[in-house]
């Protein structure tokens, strides 16, 4: 294989020609005429392109940029309104990490993000690869940036047969030994935009790469089949219930859930726990009835089917549990409790 050096130098000249245009990306040409990327910009993309696409975080992204373009507006913003804008992007842990970190760079660093992967790890929900994205794109440190289409070039390019997750570790060392010390931020964008557009999970435009030459799976044939994969078990099911309830007057009987666990900090329908049956007291006595249809949605570890009880509530009443919410926003629902109301909407009223 090619010296390191040579094929990093290959692979800067062609992301100066094909780097993709991202609203948080500061494109080549403008780096070379001195503009500096945002370190606010840089984290609060690698935070919401966390088991997330490209394509489904562009207009968080902005709108997020247009509500709070500061992480000191954002760490003053009101946990209830982000998660809302949050809704969809799902992992809201990742949202609740969010403020807890935008707030500890305004009170306890003066609202700049540190240039150094240790230091970036010690703030709430900066783990390894977050760190390094930062470290290496925001103040071109010569970090190594490891995410799924990295690994998925790596492997080819050096034939890595190993399957993942076991290959992690070399597929991390190569990519390590490979990064440059000239414009790291760059290539480290570099990389991840060849294994998005030319070096693809399935076929691969392997005419178009600028390490063709060099790749050694595919001089033996094999690049598409690789990185190999361990096979995954499969996931469970569990079964629930979501009671919906709107009262005379048009408010919405919604809970908040607890800020730890699934869905930590967000409104949804009362229900009870997600188990092996589907269970759960109603949160106030009414004429509840089953509307004969359930919510399908899947989790990271698990399937979810979510039986859906539905009631007119009297103006006064006075639930076990949750609060009524008069305004109700659908679009500020956590997914699987829009897919809910969208089912149950028709059987009690209510907005688009």
Same mark, same amino acid.
């Given at each position: 294989m090619?010296?390191a050096?040579?094929?990093?130098a290959?692979?800067?000249?062609w ?18 005429a001195?503009?500096?990327?945002d370190?606010?910009?840089?984290w ?22 247009e ?21 969809g ?37 900066? =783990? ?42 070399e ?28 070096c693809?999970?399935?076929?691969p ?19 598409s ?8 078990p ?7 219930l ?18 730890? =666990?699934l ?16 269970? =759960? ?16 949605h ?6 979810l ?16 549990? =949750? ?6 926003e ?6 699987v ?7 149950a ?8």
């Amino acid at each position: 294989m090619r010296d390191a050096g040579i094929l990093a130098a290959e692979l800067l000249d062609w992301y100066d020609q094909h780097a993709r245009d991202l609203p948080w990306r500061v494109s080549p040409a403008d780096r070379r005429a001195g503009v500096q990327p945002d370190p606010y910009a840089v984290w609060l993309s690698e935070v919401m392109l966390q088991q997330t696409t490209v394509a489904a975080v562009q207009g968080y992204f902005t709108r997020f940029t247009e509500l709070w373009p500061t992480v000191e507006a954002l760490a003053a913003a009101e946990d209830a309104r982000v998660m809302g804008e949050w809704a969809g992007l799902g992992y809201y842990a990742r949202a609740r990490n969010l403020l807890k970190c935008a707030r500890v760079v305004t009170a306890e660093l003066g609202g700049r993000f540190p240039d150094t992967i240790e230091r970036l790890r010690a703030l709430p929900g900066i =783990g390894p690869y977050t760190s390094a994205a930062i470290a290496a794109i925001a103040f071109d440190r010569p970090e190594a940036v490891v995410d799924g289409n990295v690994e998925r070039v790596m492997a080819r390019l050096h034939r890595i047969e190993a399957p993942l997750p076991k290959a992690k570790a070399e597929l991390r060392a190569r990519a390590a030994e490979m990064t440059p010390l000239a414009r790291p931020g760059d290539y480290a964008q570099a990389v991840m935009d060849l294994g998005a557009t030319v070096c693809t999970a399935r076929s691969p435009a392997c005419g178009l790469c600028p390490w063709r030459g060099a790749c050694r799976a595919r001089a033996a044939g094999v690049a598409s089949g690789l990185p190999r994969r361990m096979a995954k078990p499969p996931k469970p099911t569990r079964w629930g219930l979501a009671y919906i309830g709107r009262r005379a007057d048009g408010a919405w009987l919604l809970e908040r859930r607890p800020d730890r =666990g699934l869905l930590g900090g967000m409104l949804g329908w009362p229900g009870g726990d997600w188990g092996e049956t589907a269970e =759960g007291l109603p949160p106030v006595a009414a004429d509840w009835r089953d509307i004969g249809a359930e919510v399908r949605h899947t989790f990271t570890h698990f399937h979810l089917r979510l039986g859906l009880r539905v009631a007119n509530l009297p103006q006064h009443c006075e639930p076990a549990r =949750g609060e009524f919410i008069a305004a109700l926003e659908p679009d500020d629902l956590p997914t699987v409790m829009r897919k809910a109301y969208d089912l149950a909407r028709a059987e009690l009223g209510g907005p688009v």
